[in-house]
Antibody, heavy 117, light 108 residues
Framework: QVQLVESGGGVVQPGGSLRLSCAAS????????MHWVRQAPGKGLEWVAFIRYDGSNKYYADSVKGRFTISRDNSKNTLYLQMNSLRLEDTTVYYCAKNGGDAFDFWGQGTMVTVSS | SSELTQDPAVSVALGQTVRITCQGDSLRNYYANWYQQKPGQAPVLVFYGKTNRPSGIPDRFSGSSSVNTASLTITGAQAEDEADYYCSSRYGSGNHWVFGGGTKLAVL
């Protein structure tokens, strides 16, 4: 069965950096695009970034463009999100999600990032 | 426009039918997808595209669309359907995605 397991969350100061990872299993990782989606506590979902199956194209929400970088290592079945210049408003749960049929068809359980001084 | 608008809250009596709507310009070009999220859990895809229900999702969940509005219908709502529901679609050139603000469904 499809499994997505995020890691790398934690507490970081404003302006700091963090790298999230998402370990994938149960499907052919190299055949599917992948997303990062985030959700602030008690708030709605926000799409963050998408990377094509082969890493050839990457797309970002305006709120993170220029600060966050999505990448993948198909040999390790792992998705990444490098987050730089973190702001207080980046404090959210970050989910990785598999792209399927133009939808986010499977989600991880999320990893919490807290930006605080 | 990249906005999708949902009613913040909807209620339904146990066993009755409820429709959750999502409105936005992106829906003129792209299908909506629907997600159910229960407290403390990750979202789950419950309906996508024109007519697709993921494996394991009860057939009481169905979707429809018209012009710039998409709907998720739950026919015979159950207590376990109480959750937040989010719509989502691509927008613009199709390389970005947007979510609606979510609808909290109460099953009375």
């Amino acid at each position: 069965q499809v499994q997505l397991v995020e890691s790398g969350g934690g507490v970081v100061q404003p302006g700091g950096s963090l790298r999230l990872s998402c370990a994938a299993s149960g499907f052919i990782f190299s055949s599917y695009g992948m997303h990062w989606v985030r959700q602030a506590p008690g708030k709605g979902l926000e799409w963050v970034a998408f990377i094509r199956y082969d890493g050839s194209n990457k797309y970002y929400a305006d709120s993170v463009k220029g600060r966050f970088t999505i990448s993948r290592d198909n040999s390790k079945n792992t998705l990444y999100l490098q987050m730089n210049s973190l702001r207080l408003e980046d404090t959210t749960v970050y989910y990785c999600a598999k792209n399927g049929g133009d939808a986010f068809d499977f989600w991880g359980q999320g990893t919490m990032v807290t930006v605080s001084s | 426009s990249s906005e999708l608008t949902q009613d913040p809250a909807v209620s339904v009596a146990l066993g009755q039918t409820v429709r959750i709507t999502c409105q936005g310009d992106s829906l003129r070009n792209y299908y909506a997808n629907w997600y159910q999220q229960k407290p403390g859990q990750a979202p789950v895809l419950v309906f996508y595209g024109k007519t697709n229900r993921p494996s394991g999702i009860p057939d009481r969940f169905s979707g429809s669309s018209s012009v710039n509005t998409a709907s998720l219908t739950i026919t015979g709502a159950q207590a376990e359907d109480e959750a937040d529901y989010y719509c989502s679609s691509r927008y613009g050139s199709g390389n970005h995605w947007v979510f609606g603000g979510g609808t909290k469904l109460a099953v009375l």
